[in-house]
């Protein structure tokens, strides 16, 4: 039988944790929350023989576009270095969930994409996710609009890159049926105009 004491205990943890969110300034204490739902979100990484990077480079594969899938990219978008992505993405291909592309004009350059198994894998249920879904239209905007502000002030600060999609960059043209990057002279393969594009630029 549980005691009176544990649930005392318990309550009294719980007053005492959420007067000290509530003391903080409003900034930490977001930033603490934001914390809390990355490592539940990093928790729910370690699914079958994927760890949370593993699953975060998945990811990041499936949202960018032909011209951002080198191992540089990746590293640049998940904070990491190029030579620990690498392992990282070699490990994928190993294990079958994606597939290594070379370019026809230079064998030395090397990017990813998604197979069949890597494809699934990013569409798993997630506890984080099937969260937000839950929420109000309006708080699901509201939240979504003032992320993407706080993560354009912190890459701005921290001297990051821009991870944009490619039909919001001033380099796309819309002219034709998937869009063309006038930065790069490219045509965009379809449904690529709403993925992520590392030389975005805001339009």
Known sequence: MISIRYYNE???ATLI???YLLSMKPDHGIRILINRLARIDSAAGWTGD???TQRA???YLSEANQFSRSPSHVAEYLGTTRGTMSQTLKA???KGYTAERRQKSDQRSIS????EAGVAAVTEPNPIAEAIGNLPAGVH???KDGLMQCLRLALAANGGHSFGKCK???YHEADSENGFCTLLGLGLEPGEKDKFCIEHKEA
């Open 10 to 12: 318990k309550y009294i």
């Open 17 to 19: 944790s959420t007067r």
């Open 50 to 52: 994927l760890n949370p």
């Open 57 to 59: 480079a998945l990811e």
């Open 92 to 94: 994928l291909v190993r």
């Open 112 to 115: 990813y994409e998604l197979t």
């Open 141 to 143: 905007t509201a939240l």
């Open 168 to 170: 919001t960059c001033a």
